[in-house]
């Protein structure tokens, strides 16, 4: 087939671009023809929260990637709509998160469509973001009924999308991100990280925002120090602040924990994420609301077991006794659940059962059910 994926890609950073390219090239081992049209402008610099959106590494050699969408420009729209129209793939393939991406994907999708050819898909992440806007329904109902076929990760993803479309919407987890390589000897990740190895770690990771419940994890560790169940155990906190870091330092230094939270607070490169991964004794996920995550995704690539809050669709990924422990999103439950961790022989348990739990999650997998969704979907 031919197929164009519209989204994240290099230059751009983060997890959203690691996807999209691996879907790429699992599409094209399988002798399909792969366009990748990425951003020449993801977001203004005015409503990007972080440092900086794209890396400076070389573009990967086996992609062909074309800089080429502007998110803000509607004028844009309308050459890149046309443009796919013209190319005539068999289907387009969009990536959604955020409602700020639709009048944009939206424009696309709609144009690209009147060849009466291609067909337009989307994997599609969150319906209803986790921080809302009043534009966010006008924007999802302008987006979500402009594709042909979804592909979601999560049953409430799946309930909310049926708010605005009846098209056909096919399930598949989250697959395994690869790219980051494998898991390293635990000595060697400490000594990269400059951790002491004697110590043992717990570890939070990822791009920080409120809804993340880092300020409940950090009020469980103060409750678990209190009793006295913190010695040689400290807490690493490794990704940038998206939201305003001064609340997060008040409350350490409020609950006396500056010498056991590691403050990692920038954005960790492709090439570092396996070190953490491979020093934590596991991962917590202490999140408010959810749908699902990548973390849990690399945690399982390196074995690593997770205490993730019951929210959302982290619970249908993290089997709750199997490779860690769903716990209520308070302080009390992610407190106990941290503590179960070290309870017996669990966390070698948990790592055991990572190894059988990984093999849901494949990218062949993920291709074998947009190859299905189009089938599906052009056969009208």
């Known amino acids: ?39 020449t402008l993801q977001y203004p610099s005015l409503l990007f929260p972080g440092e900086s959106q794209t890396v400076t590494t070389p573009a990967p050699a086996d992609l062909h990637i074309t800089r080429c969408v502007n998110t803000v420009n509607p004028f844009n729209w309308l050459r ?18 955020t409602p700020f991406m639709a009048p944009c994907f939206g424009t696309i ?21 986790h921080e809302h806007h009043v534009i966010d329904r006008p924007c999802n109902r302008y987006f979500l ?35 980051f390589g494998e898991r390293v000897d635990r000595s060697e990740a400490c000594v990269r990280l400059g ?27 103060a409750l678990l120090r209190r009793q006295g169940r913190t010695a040689g155990r400290r807490l690493i906190v490794a990704g940038e602040f998206y939201t305003s870091k001064e609340p997060y330092l008040r409350q350490i230094a409020d609950c006396g924990l500056q010498d056991e ?30 749908t699902q995550s990548g973390v849990t995704q690399i945690a399982y690539q390196f074995c690593v077991p997770m205490v993730v809050t019951d929210v959302g669709g ?48 494949s990218w062949e997998e993920m291709c074998n059910r947009l190859t299905e969704l189009y089938d599906l979907v052009a056969r009208g």
């Open 1 to 39: 087939m031919k197929i164009t994926i519209v989204g994240p890609a290099h230059p751009y950073r983060g997890g959203l671009a690691s996807i999209l390219e691996i879907l790429a090239r699992t599409f094209q081992r399988r002798g399909n023809e792969v366009d990748l049209l990425t951003f």
């Open 80 to 97: 890149v709509g046309r443009r796919i129209c013209r190319q005539r793939p068999d289907f387009v393939l969009m990536k959604y998160w």
């Open 109 to 129: 999708a709609r144009l690209a469509r009147r060849n009466g050819h291609t067909r337009v898909l989307c994997q599609i992440d969150n319906v209803e973001p």
């Open 145 to 179: 009924r402009s594709v042909d076929g979804f592909i979601y990760m999560s049953e409430q993803v799946h309930r909310e999308l049926e708010a605005y479309t009846t098209v056909p919407a096919l399930f598949s987890p989250h697959p395994l991100f690869e790219n």
């Open 195 to 221: 951790l002491n190895p004697a110590l043992r770690y717990v570890l939070f990771f990822g791009l920080i925002r409120d809804y993340k419940g880092l300020d409940l994890l950090l009020e469980a560790w």
């Open 261 to 290: 939270v590691l403050l990692h607070d920038h954005f960790i490169p492709d090439e570092e994420v396996k070190y953490y991964f491979s020093a934590a004794d596991f991962v917590v996920q202490p999140y408010k609301t959810a």
């Open 314 to 361: 982290l619970a249908e990924i993290v089997p709750d006794g199997r490779v860690g422990y769903v716990c209520a999103p308070t302080v009390d439950g992610v407190a106990r659940a941290i503590e179960r961790m070290y309870e017996d022989d669990t966390l070698e348990r948990f790592r055991l059962n990572c190894i059988d739990e990984r093999r849901r999650f």
